[in-house]
T-cell receptor, first 116, second 111 residues
Framework: NAGVTQTPKFQVLKTGQSMTLQCAQDMNHNSMYWYRQDPGMGLRLIYYSASEGTTDKGEVPNGYNVSRLNKREFSLRLESAAPSQTSVYFC???????????????FGSGTRLTVV | AQSVTQLDSQVPVFEEAPVELRCNYSSSVSVYLFWYVQYPNQGLQLLLKYLSGSTLVKGINGFEAEFNKSQTSFHLRKPSVHISDTAEYFCAVSDLNDMRFGAGTRLTVKP
């Protein structure tokens, strides 16, 4: 019962370095999401993909890019990391669209990223 | 756009005491409300949801929440908490197109 799998779990980057956070789900969900979680601010949506082949910006997309590689995988790329991107990143998926009423979202366990 | 305000950032409580975690929302359209729980070093899990019908909804682990349209609130309650309920709790609102989360309430249950 894997659900949503994120890699890596921890990462330290230097300012200006790039990296890709990986996310895969095995529930055949159509929609996938990337959130960042910061103290006192809750979860903020970075990007989402309502279906395979589509991606859209969320609340805080600046400094990030995404790729919906196939139905299972949705990656988040930081091209030039900045200290302001230090955060915990969560990937989520849902059977329904972004409103996800009936079943809610299924979340991965997160990636803790520190940019120094 | 809808938004969610969780009124308490931290709630300490003793084991077996009752607890209420407060959530207020704003929205110009019909709303659908959720509570999620995040245990340490884990992702969020759905605790309960209000879509329509009875304003009192029951979730997992003995939690319940009441939707109050006039007060635009969706407070989470449990009559008797356990140590294992220590976690962060997030209220969320959906308008069919977007899910917005509150800042979270850290519940700490002390022995």
């Amino acid at each position: 019962n894997a659900g949503v799998t994120q890699t890596p779990k921890f990462q330290v980057l230097k300012t200006g370095q790039s990296m890709t956070l990986q996310c895969a789900q095995d529930m055949n969900h159509n929609s996938m999401y990337w959130y960042r979680q910061d103290p006192g601010m809750g979860l903020r949506l970075i990007y989402y993909s309502a279906s395979e082949g589509t991606t859209d910006k969320g609340e805080v997309p600046n400094g990030y890019n995404v790729s919906r590689l196939n139905k299972r995988e949705f990656s988040l790329r930081l091209e030039s990391a900045a200290p302001s991107q230090t955060s915990v990143y969560f990937c989520a998926s849902s059977e329904e669209g972004p409103g996800a009423l009936l079943y809610g979202y299924t979340f991965g366990s997160g990636t803790r990223l520190t940019v120094v | 756009a809808q938004s969610v305000t969780q009124l308490d950032s931290q709630v300490p409580v003793f084991e077996e005491a009752p607890v209420e975690l407060r959530c207020n929302y704003s929205s110009s359209v019909s709303v659908y409300l959720f509570w999620y729980v995040q245990y340490p070093n884990q992702g969020l899990q759905l605790l309960l949801k209000y879509l329509s019908g009875s304003t009192l909804v029951k979730g997992i682990n003995g939690f319940e929440a009441e939707f109050n349209k006039s007060q635009t609130s969706f407070h989470l309650r449990k009559p008797s908490v356990h140590i294992s309920d220590t976690a962060e709790y997030f209220c969320a609102v959906s308008d069919l197109n977007d899910m917005r989360f509150g800042a979270g309430t850290r519940l700490t249950v002390k022995p």
